[in-house]
């Protein structure tokens, strides 16, 4: 796998192997990087490094929400509740047993607590010792990458939040990833699809800087591979430079699919 030889280039944030767009983390190595990526046949882009991120149409948002705080509104169905899975974890790969959620209105202000129990979470792959000593010797480490982070938790909640069905929009994943610049997107699925560059997405998030709740469309590029922390990740992406189309707080928003219309 050409990309995770370019991850060990301590400037590479992340790789879109299908596009051929390497995403560095530096403004100021873009200019060695693009002489370089170019000569390999891939094209450049800054966006900062890609991390871990605890209104443009006219869909208008609710005044309140249930979420973990310091995340985005979650998707609760029939007493469970889905959501990124770092929103709620002790440590990436060990999600807390028993986390409050919340009713949080669009000033912040806490309007009802609830209490849920774990019910489904993702095992996480480490690339340790043995993988990285693999990655030096083989393209393919296939049983080493994860495609998401989620979880679900059961609890008494007292609706259903189904957010942006209403509008025939498809649930189709949750907010994982994010980069510096906040024109970079990475979403862990929650449906069985792959997903196509071109395809239109929207989501509901709570601003923490703006201190209200917002609505962004946005369009899939692609998957790209990147590695956080001991885990390496291949995600369907959404990246639109010059735009913030993702901050700290977005995480565990519903990235829904909207179907295409012939």
Same mark, same amino acid.
């Given at each position: ?37 170019s ?17 443009d149409?006219n ?12 995340c ?12 990124a ?5 002790v ?50 480490i ?10 679900? %938790? ?12 209403? +509008?025939? $929009?498809? #649930?189709?994943? /949750? *907010? ?46 692609? %998957? ?10 291949k995600?369907? +992406?959404? $990246?639109? #430079?010059?735009? /913030? *189309? ?6 565990g ?10």
């Amino acid at each position: 796998m050409v990309s995770l030889k370019l991850l060990r280039k301590g400037y590479v944030s992340g790789v879109d192997e299908e596009n051929k767009i390497v995403f560095v983390s530096s403004q100021k190595i873009y200019d060695k990087a693009l002489e370089k990526m170019s000569s390999l046949g891939y094209t450049t882009a800054y966006v900062g490094r890609i991390t871990l991120i605890s209104q443009d149409q006219n869909i208008t948002p609710a005044d309140e929400y249930i979420l973990p705080y310091g995340c985005s509104p979650s998707l609760v169905k029939d007493n469970v509740l889905t959501t990124a899975q770092h929103c709620v974890a002790v440590d990436l790969n060990k999600p807390a047993l028993d986390p409050r959620f919340i009713l949080m209105d669009s000033k912040e202000k806490v309007l009802k607590e609830y209490e849920a129990s774990l019910a489904n979470y993702t095992l996480l792959k480490k690339c340790g010792l043995w993988c990285l000593i693999k990655s030096f010797f083989l393209d393919d480490i296939e049983e080493y990458i994860n495609t998401k982070e989620v979880v679900q %938790y059961k609890g008494n909640f007292d609706r259903d939040q189904t957010l942006l069905t209403q +509008y025939n $929009y498809i #649930p189709a994943g /949750v *907010i994982s990833f994010g980069s510096e610049t906040g024109y970079l997107m990475a979403f862990s699925p929650i449906i069985n699809t792959t997903f196509k560059k071109g395809d239109k997405i929207i989501y509901i998030s709570y601003d923490y800087y703006e201190h209200k709740y917002v609505v962004t469309e946005a369009y899939i590029n692609g %998957y790209i591979t990147f590695w956080y922390e001991k885990y390496i990740f291949k995600l369907p +992406y959404a $990246y639109d #430079p010059g735009r /913030v *189309i993702v901050k700290p707080g977005y995480s565990g928003s519903i990235v829904f699919l909207i179907p295409q219309t012939n």
